[in-house]
């Protein structure tokens, strides 16, 4: 099935609570409260032109066109009454100096659309993950090369798992979005920290082995073959390789 940014909200929970990190104009807020209609959602994000080198094809870059104070004003007054009603939380400012407003583990979903660069989405990722309970999903907007961002996004994101091979699985990667799912507890804890050597294997696959038939002690024995692990695996399974790994 192909995902699209609306599809990717059918993953995050119903009634959460989560937060978008890089808001911009609130266009994806906004469906987002549509879709999930979350009971919290808080949105950080400094709308700030920021006179960085870096970020001079960005859309808040200091020479763009879209004046990001105006953008915050109008933002906060469109959702006044969601603020009020405490469903929407403004935490203005960079990813790194907000995500302490919020609880660990208490986010159903995180939806990562900031900065772009390396650097900072590595942070970005970092902090998602420590706000989501197990089970939480961390989408990521703009997995792709080939645009400013360079590989910043996808760099970031592949490194992410990598980190965590336990505790994190990518639920969904399409249409330039990926979605990760933070693992419960239980499978977590589920896993071994040494993974079976080769004696292991051996015993496990001797338990497997059918138990040879008895043999009458006058009978003449066929000609006796060494026989390692993987033929005597694939006599099990009916395969004809011999090759010993
Ligand atoms: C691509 S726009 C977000 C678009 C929005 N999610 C949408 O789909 O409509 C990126 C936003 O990230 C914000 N941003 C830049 N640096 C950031 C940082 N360090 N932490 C959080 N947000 C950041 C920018 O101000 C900008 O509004």
Same mark, same amino acid.
């Given at each position: 099935?192909?995902?699209? #940014? ?11 609570r989560g937060a978008e990190i890089g808001v911009f104009a609130g266009n994806f807020t906004k469906r987002i409260l549509r879709q ?8 950080? @994000?400094? !709308? ?5 080198? %870096?970020?001079?094809?960005? !859309? ?22 969601? /603020?009020?009603? %405490? ?5 203005? %400012?960079?990813?790194? @100096? ?18 772009? #660069?390396? @650097? ?21 907007d703009d997995h792709v090369l080939g645009y400013w961002w360079e590989d910043g996004v996808v760099r970031a994101v592949n490194e992410?798992?990598? #980190? ?9 990667? @399409?249409?330039?979005?990926? /979605? $990760?799912? #933070? ?25 497997? =082995? ?10 003449? $024995? ?7 692990? /993987?033929?005597? =695996? ?10 010993? /790994?």
């Open positions: 099935m192909k995902r699209t #940014r609306a599809s990717v909200l059918e993953l995050f929970k119903e009634r959460g999930v209609n979350p009971t919290k959602l808080y949105l950080i @994000d400094p !709308w700030v032109n920021f006179d960085d080198p %870096g970020l001079e094809k960005s !859309w808040y870059g200091k020479e763009s066109k879209y004046d990001m104070e105006l953008m915050y004003q109008d933002l906060t007054e469109q959702f006044s009454r969601r /603020v009020a009603n %405490g469903q929407v939380e403004f935490l203005r %400012g960079k990813t790194v @100096d907000m995500m302490h407003h919020i609880e660990d583990q208490s986010l159903d979903f995180v939806y990562v659309d900031g900065d772009h #660069r390396y @650097d900072a989405v590595k942070i970005d990722i970092e902090m998602a993950y420590q706000k989501v309970k197990p089970g939480g999903h961390i989408a990521v992410f798992v990598g #980190r965590y091979p336990r505790d994190i699985s990518i639920v969904a990667c @399409d249409e330039n979005q990926v /979605v $990760l799912q #933070r693992h419960t507890t239980d499978i977590a804890n589920g896993l071994t920290d040494d993974a079976p050597d080769f004696e292991d294997i051996e015993t496990v696959a001797e338990a497997l =082995m059918p138990q040879e038939p008895q043999i009458a002690a006058n009978t003449a $024995l066929p000609e006796e073959k060494p026989q390692g692990l /993987v033929s005597r =695996m694939s006599s099990l399974f009916g395969r004809s390789s011999t090759a010993e /790994v």
